[in-house]
């Protein structure tokens, strides 16, 4: 696998339209592909950005090796002189896209790629496959963290995950969302997500008693014990036993941090019996953290009812996203370049109006209130376009465009930042712990009517009257024919 070469990562028709592009005289042209997605996942209000940072590496590293081209002569349909011009491919073009953590809505670039057809064509697959699988993960790891109400959320997904990188890049993913660290050691050591764990059951059944073998722990690990209570009997034997543990192995050096683990049985009725028995046992510092089949929906409920729940331990049901598994996102050609450098705008039309595109090379902008710093629209425009945020602005609804937002106290800032130009990177990547923080600073800006779990209130994504009448006008072109 460190042998893999991930430029080959690519579905086989980008290198048979490559090949066609060239040997029509078309490799050169100049192209614009944006990535957006279409649906939030889970009838959420949002979702989160992630995965620019393996974009970057990637692109960075794409080239063509010579065990690359030979497959691909093997393949006996590839033009030999579009395989000697492989040998020195490299990325020459530019892309713009959102930081990492920024919370983005259906249909907006959140990514575009400017390059010669070949390069811009080769990219698609890549791109898409780190967008879309990160996304969805920070996107459920974000609703998930919200549920939990301020209560730490560690990600414990990876025997679950749909193989090595799903559950590597899945613990970033959910670090970016707002976990405060994970359960897989090697997230840790490549992307510095804080690994940690405590015991599985069969530590407890690995002794000859349940008490043996917490207060073992306790010696072995005296600052930081968490006891798994439930491998025999929670409220009988497991709760009982790291009472004692704690009281004769940590109480007497005057260690107070630790903590019981629930993973399974009724969790918000176990809580509440266990907490009762720290607290008469005079342990009202010892947290109790729970896991089992977590998600964001089950949180929710477990705090309604009033669980006694200081942490969580969130696994298979983050790591997949597995109540809506699929982010969604394309990547659709938007404009093309003449010889004389104009951009001419390119659309997709479908029966499925969903489907249609919206064409040309673009800008997103989010527009902030002045007074409270919230996000109050967002508006995609052309390229050259520039929002004058001293003059008021009225934004249609794109679900139901007889709604309209009149916007008067506004800042209009760009989300879209230069990520590569002409090959060179110009972006000074942050750290991941800054990545994280940036996306809860934005997620805060956004009102709690679109952070609701059910329902919740569309957020207003529309195009400027240059773009929809470009827009338009190519519409109409279609049905004239």
């Known amino acids: ?30 192209c614009y592909f944006d990535v957006f997605f279409r649906q939030v996942p889970d009838g959420g209000g949002f979702a989160i950005a992630a995965g620019l940072e393996q974009i970057i590496d990637y692109v960075q590293n794409l080239h063509f090796d ?4 030979e497959y691909l002569r093997s393949k006996g349909i590839f033009d030999e002189q579009f395989l000697r011009w492989l040998k020195y491919f490299r990325f020459t073009g530019d892309i713009w896209a959102v930081p990492e953590g920024t919370p983005i809505f259906p249909y907006e670039p ?35 963290v919200r549920a939990a109400q301020g209560r730490p959320v560690m990600e414990f ?36 997500v804080p690994a940690g764990g405590t015991m599985a059951h069969s530590w407890v059944q690995m002794f000859p008693s349940e008490l043996e073998a917490f207060k073992t722990y306790c010696r072995i690990y005296p600052n930081n014990a968490v006891l ?17 543990a704690f009281k004769e192995e940590l109480v007497p050096k005057g260690i107070t941090n630790f903590a019981i683990r629930l993973d399974s049985g009724d969790i918000s009725y176990l809580s509440k019996k266990a907490r009762k028995m720290l607290d008469e046992a005079g342990l009202e510092n010892c947290r109790i953290s729970a896991s089992n ?11 309604m009812q009033g669980a006694c729940i200081d942490s969580f331990g969130v696994g298979e049901r983050m790591i997949t996203a597995s109540s809506a598994p699929v982010f969604g996102g394309v990547y659709k050609l938007a404009a093309v370049e003449d010889q004389e450098g104009t951009i001419i705008p390119k659309i997709k039309i479908s029966e499925n109006t969903a489907k249609i595109t919206n064409p040309h090379f673009k800008k997103v902008y989010r527009l902030f209130d002045r007074e409270t710093g919230k996000a109050l629209a967002d508006q995609i425009c052309v390229w050259d376009e520039e929002i004058d945020d001293s003059q008021p602005l009225t934004i249609f609804d794109p679900l139901a465009v007889w709604k309209t937002k009149k916007l008067t106290n506004f800042v209009a800032r760009e989300l ?66």
């Not at 439930?230 to 790291?242: E, F, I, Q, R």
């Not at 060179?424 to 990547?429: E, F, P, R, S």
Request: net charge neutral.
């Open 228 to 244: 798994l209570v439930d491998t025999y009997n929670t409220l009988k034997s497991g709760v009982p036993n790291a009472i004692r």
């Open 110 to 144: 959140i990514l575009t790629v400017r390059a010669p057809a070949v390069e811009a064509q080769l990219m698609e697959t890549f791109l898409l496959l780190q967008l879309n699988h990160q996304s969805l993960i920070a996107t459920k790891a974000n609703r998930v």
């Open 416 to 481: 879209l930042k230069p990520i590569f130009k002409d090959g060179k990177l110009v972006y000074q990547k942050p750290s991941l712990t800054e990545i994280r923080s940036y996306c809860a600073s934005q997620v805060e800006l956004l009102w709690d009517e679109v952070k609701r779990f059910q329902n919740p209130h569309n957020y207003y994504v529309d195009l400027s009257e240059k773009l929809w009448l470009v827009k338009r006008e190519l519409l109409n072109s279609f049905r004239d024919e």
């Open 1 to 30: 696998m460190d042998n893999l070469n991930y430029t080959m990562l690519c579905d086989f028709y980008e290198l048979t339209m490559g090949n066609g592009y060239f040997a029509s005289g078309m490799h050169q042209k100049i």
């Open 157 to 192: 997904g990876s025997r679950r995950a749909q193989g090595g990188d799903g559950a590597m890049l899945g613990a970033r993913a959910s670090y970016i969302g707002g976990c405060v660290g994970t359960a897989c050691t090697i997230s840790d050591q490549l992307y510095g």
């Open 66 to 69: 010579r065990k690359d081209i």
């Open 293 to 303: 089949a977590l998600d964001e929906r089950l949180i929710s409920d477990l705090l």
